[in-house]
């Protein structure tokens, strides 16, 4: 960061005034990646959403994974793993439809368990279809008993899975005819038993969709430490209660999505794990929650790297840009929690210089000051977004890049080694990266002094300032 890094003013009033972010809807020839709900005045038919429920460790992410086919949700023998909802789409007999796993039900035995449950309760409400899943090799429970209850309540179509059917093969299935679901279907998700019967049972109380992505959608992850407000930001952007907040580290394990269409475009919001240093990650569910974050920074186009405004200057916050600059992602710099902060007029002016001192190997990123209590600056990370996005996008012509090298080269020539001046003679731009990525041909390139290639960085911003992302030179030997 230098003296030309946009600094958001963290006094700038949030007023959406017909700009405002909102989920995008999902319709037969536009879907989103994530379920919203119909609230225009004309109900456009939307993508059907399918809601698996139950009590807690019953196979519900392995089954889950199963039917989408990949391991997106988090699987674990630790009861309670899943706690935020986490969708994927997924499609069965040319019927696209959202799958939707949901955190295990039982009694809520604090503020922070009860928040989870009601997100239980809301995917049920919003479900075209509910799987209940319980297990073969357990007797029902009055847990069981009360998710189907609450499924039933809904007055949704209901389809009761026995899982790990493998456990206990002579299952009778009218055992579970007492839970007064009718449809039933004895699984395994090891050894693929079921899933074609149960997705024929659900396919066929759904109506045709299909879900069709828009290939301009703009992929923003969240990232940073445990508890610096990620998911807070995730949900004020979101304008939706979609991630569990809680003052308790750790607390998102999935990469959670949203899907927000603003100012005509679209992106899709990730809400990742709290990164830690590896020494403190600990085996098992936490290691593979990080191995999803750090997946995030590869499928995202942007990334915003929160920070705590009572914890700054954190080096594992550094290594964090250091992986988002070595992916060639886009990046802002978020302080997060300004609102919580003892702080005068000049706060911000006194810490932006110290911020800058610690990230200067990312001068191009933007700092931006945040609080998701009172919405401070939030709208602010959607300009930035498509900002960046439309940077990174950004092609230049050939005869331009090469006057532009032929005049800093004329400026400032650069020095050789051993007696071998290198020279630059013309360059172009990549086409097939998603980075602006630039070759430089010429002859003794390998003799370039770094100093020089951040010479050629800097004055290439000076002239395309490139906000929020970095920039790649390749330096090719003409012969």
Do not use: C
Request: charged share 30%; net charge positive; glycine share 6%.
């Amino acid at each position: 960061m230098n003296k030309k890094t946009p600094l958001a003013n963290p006094d700038e009033v949030q007023s959406i005034n017909g700009r405002a972010a909102k989920p995008a809807e999902s319709t037969d020839s536009v879907a989103a990646d994530q379920p919203a709900s119909q609230t225009s005045a004309v109900r456009r038919r939307r993508v059907p959403i399918v809601a698996i429920v139950g009590r807690a460790n019953v196979g519900k992410s392995s089954l889950f994974n199963t039917i989408i086919g990949r391991r997106e949700a988090i699987i674990a023998d630790e009861p309670g793993t899943t706690r935020d909802n986490v969708t994927a789409k997924a499609s069965f007999d040319g019927k696209d439809f959202w799958l939707v796993d949901t955190a295990g039900l039982k009694n809520a035995s604090d503020e922070f368990e009860l928040s989870i449950q009601d997100q239980i309760i809301h995917a049920s409400e919003d479900a075209d279809v509910i799987a209940v899943v319980t297990e073969a090799d357990v007797l029902v429970t009055a847990e069981d008993r009360r998710v189907a209850k609450l499924a039933l309540r809904t007055k949704k179509p209901v389809v009761l899975v026995v899982n790990k059917i493998d456990k206990n093969y002579r299952a009778n299935l009218n055992e579970w005819r007492t839970l007064g679901i009718e449809n039933i279907v004895a699984t395994s998700t090891t050894q693929k038993k079921g899933i074609d019967e149960l997705l024929e049972r659900i396919s066929g109380k759904l109506p045709p969709a299909r879900i069709r992505e828009e290939s301009d959608r703009i992929h923003a992850a969240l990232l940073g430490r445990p508890n610096v407000g990620k998911s807070s930001l995730f949900n004020s952007l979101a304008k939706k209660q979609q991630a569990i907040v809680s003052s308790r580290a750790g607390t998102t394990r999935d990469v959670n999505r949203a899907v927000i269409r603003y100012e005509g475009r679209e992106i899709q919001l990730m809400d990742t794990a709290g990164i830690r240093r590896p020494g403190r990650i600990e085996r098992g569910v936490e290691h593979f929650s990080v191995l999803r974050a750090l997946a995030a920074i590869e499928e995202s186009d942007v990334t915003m790297l929160l920070m705590d405004a009572n914890e700054l200057n954190v080096q594992l916050d550094q290594k964090i840009a250091g992986l988002v600059k070595e992916a060639g992602k886009g990046l802002i710099l978020v302080v997060s929690k300004w609102d919580s902060m003892d702080k005068d007029a000049f706060t911000r002016d006194h810490i932006a210089p110290q911020i800058a001192a610690n990230f200067v190997f990312v001068p191009w990123a933007p700092l931006i000051f945040t609080s998701s209590v009172t919405g401070q600056n939030v709208t602010k990370l959607f300009d930035l977004i498509l900002e960046i996005s439309e940077a990174r996008k950004q092609r230049f012509t050939t005869p331009e890049l090469n006057k532009w090298l032929r005049d800093v080269v004329n400026q400032h020539p650069p020095a050789g080694l051993k007696n071998r001046s290198p020279k630059l003679n013309y360059m172009v731009q990549e086409d097939d990266i998603d980075m602006p990525s630039f070759k430089i041909f010429g002859a003794h390139t390998k003799f370039l002094h770094w100093s020089y290639k951040r010479y050629l960085e800097r004055k290439f911003r000076e002239k395309w300032p490139l906000n929020g992302t970095p920039l790649k030179f390749w330096f090719i030997e003409k012969h």
